[in-house]
């Protein structure tokens, strides 16, 4: 496949997942009563809101700076045990947001494979 196209593709899954963390970061902070709500509901303690917001933040940021390596992997991890967990949650509470999960799984990969192949230093 030619370069140009895995970097749209790069693109494309990293922007899927930036817009659905940032969608969820803005609901942590703005629509707070309503995401303690559902937390609650699933029995996960409500002081985690926001320091699970402040750290999407701060991986989106370490995937779109590119550097250091290590810090860009860290951040996938965290994306992919974060999404992971949050897929699981929402099947569970048969609310219908898994959907959301599953596509920032998606584009969550999709940009980790293609990060990998363009940007990743070569040993």
């Keep these: 496949m030619p370069e140009k196209y895995q970097k749209i593709l790069y693109w494309l899954g990293t922007g899927i997942l ?3 963390m940032l969608f969820s ?3 942590y902070f703005f629509n707070h009563e309503m995401i303690k709500g559902f937390w609650e509901t699933l029995g996960y303690p ?11 933040l701060l991986g989106l940021f370490a995937i779109l700076c590119k550097k250091p390596d290590w810090l860009k992997e860290w951040a996938y ?3 992919f045990f974060n999404i992971s967990l949050a897929l699981v949650a929402h ?8 959907m959301f999960a599953i596509v920032a799984l998606i584009g969550l990969l999709v940009s980790y494979y293609f990060d990998k192949k363009l940007f ?3 040993s």
Aim: hydrophobic fraction near 55%; charge should be positive.
């Design 18 to 20: 930036s817009a659905i």
């Design 25 to 27: 970061v803005f609901n």
């Design 46 to 56: 409500t002081y985690l809101i926001y320091p699970l917001a402040v750290a999407k």
């Design 77 to 79: 991890a965290g994306f």
């Design 91 to 98: 099947l569970v509470a048969k609310d219908g947001a898994g």
């Design 120 to 122: 990743s230093a070569k």
